[in-house]
């Protein structure tokens, strides 16, 4: 098991000092182990942080990423779906005449860039087959 000062685990993340004592303030990332300067973070802290940087860049709330956090660490539990009111928010990409690619950024948990990468590989193996029927 890795142990990091809070430098060094801001460095490994590349987040400033102040985001990650805010969210061990908040709740959102697990204390470290002992206080102040000689406080220590682990990987399970990275584990952490660099989930809840990608979901940060994909848009998704502090509470909607302390909700998948909290999932993480739970034990194995079936996926709820939707429940009634909820209010659902989908990306709706267009990759060709008739074909939409619908993404639930909460559930997919992918960065824009991922997003980007998803939605060009499948636009490349659509032209792919089109050009095979031709």
């Excluded at 194995?76 to 009634?84: C, D, H, M, T």
């Excluded at 909460?106 to 860039?113: N, R």
Aim: charged share 20%; hydrophobic share 40%; with cysteine.
């Amino acid at each position: 098991m890795s142990s990091f000062t809070l430098q060094e685990l801001c460095t490994q993340v590349d987040l400033p000092i102040r985001t990650v004592r805010y969210y061990v303030q908040i709740g959102l990332l697990d204390r470290p182990e002992g206080e102040t300067r000689a406080a220590r973070y682990g990987d399970a802290h990275l584990s952490q942080l660099a989930s809840i940087k990608k979901w940060s860049a994909s848009g998704l709330s502090l509470d909607r990423i302390r909700e998948l956090l909290a999932q993480q660490t739970a034990p194995e539990q079936p996926l709820r779906g939707p429940q009634p009111g909820s209010v659902l928010v989908k990306t709706h990409m267009h990759i060709a005449t008739g074909l939409e690619l619908v993404i639930d950024p909460s559930s997919a948990a992918l960065s824009p860039d991922e997003l980007r990468q998803l939605s060009l590989g499948i636009a490349e193996l659509h032209a792919r087959i089109t050009q095979r029927k031709a």
